[in-house]
């Protein structure tokens, strides 16, 4: 997976730097301009580690676990430090929200409407944003992890699973860590203790065998969605230097 950035969480000028160097072309532009003023702030109010490396071009889907709104700020700048612009998944609400509906149409992120027949067309959208070549990002979970020791959630989604299946595109398994520290679920606001931000990414999740099936049913998708949040865990588990629950 690669050595830890710096082994020790990285400086301030060292994670600045890293801003300058990130790819800025295909961003859009509220969402460029939202990544230059977030990220100083996310530097200054945490420390980071990053390990790991993505695909450095084509198609690929990346599985993460949630455990914080901080978590698409983190995981973006991740992204970018590996050379790739991340596309999120997110509720059609934020689209009406004033400046963030700009920040995400801008960044060609894809809306998707809870409980209605709209729903399949965020699975469309995310299918031929990743046959474009793009880097698209999950929140399995589709939500944060409802458990108090911050393990992923035992409820999660087989969206990532289809899309990962359909396409043939390698699943990136990623994790956060400590992000709930920085910005508890409910608060409004960071705290100020500057607490170290982990985020890792693996190896990509092997679902050859499952996409060879004449065809994908929900057993499938299952036996999928079981494969990445497995190595999601397993992830999480190496970098908290503990043993996960027994499901």
């Known amino acids: 997976m690669g050595s830890v950035e710096g082994e020790r969480p990285m400086g301030l000028l060292r994670s600045l730097a890293l801003m300058f160097r990130a790819p800025r072309r295909g961003r859009g532009f509220w969402y460029s301009v939202a990544i230059d ?58 689209w009406r929200v004033p400046v963030v509906g700009r920040v995400l149409a801008g960044g ?3 809306p998707v409407t809870r409980g209605s027949a709209q729903a399949a067309d965020a699975y469309q959208h995310a299918v031929a944003a990743v046959r474009a070549g793009e880097c698209v990002l999950f929140f399995p979970e589709a939500g944060f992890s409802d458990r108090e020791d911050h393990w992923p959630s035992d409820r999660v989604k087989n969206g990532v699973a289809r899309v990962a299946l359909e396409t043939g595109a390698p699943v990136v398994p990623v994790v956060n860590w400590g992000t709930h520290r920085l910005l508890p679920a409910g608060a409004a606001f960071p705290r100020l203790t500057r607490p170290r931000i982990d985020i890792v990414a693996g190896d990509p999740v092997d679902l050859s065998d499952l996409a060879q099936r004449a065809v994908v049913d929900r057993a499938t998708l299952d036996e999928a969605t079981k494969r990445i949040m497995h190595a999601i865990t397993a992830l999480l588990a190496d970098l908290r230097g503990e043993q996960p629950p027994t499901r």
């Not at 071009?57 to 983190?74: C, E, K, Q, R």
Request: hydrophobic share 45%; no cysteine; aromatic share 8%.
């Open 108 to 110: 060609k992120h894809i």
């Open 37 to 94: 003023l977030i990220w100083p702030l996310l530097a200054l109010s945490s420390r980071w580690r990053f390990r790991g490396e993505l695909p450095a071009t084509g198609p690929v889907v990346l599985a993460s676990n949630h455990l914080s709104n901080a978590d698409p700020v983190s995981v973006t700048a991740f992204t970018l430090t590996r050379g790739r612009i991340p596309r999120y998944l997110a509720k059609s609400e934020l």
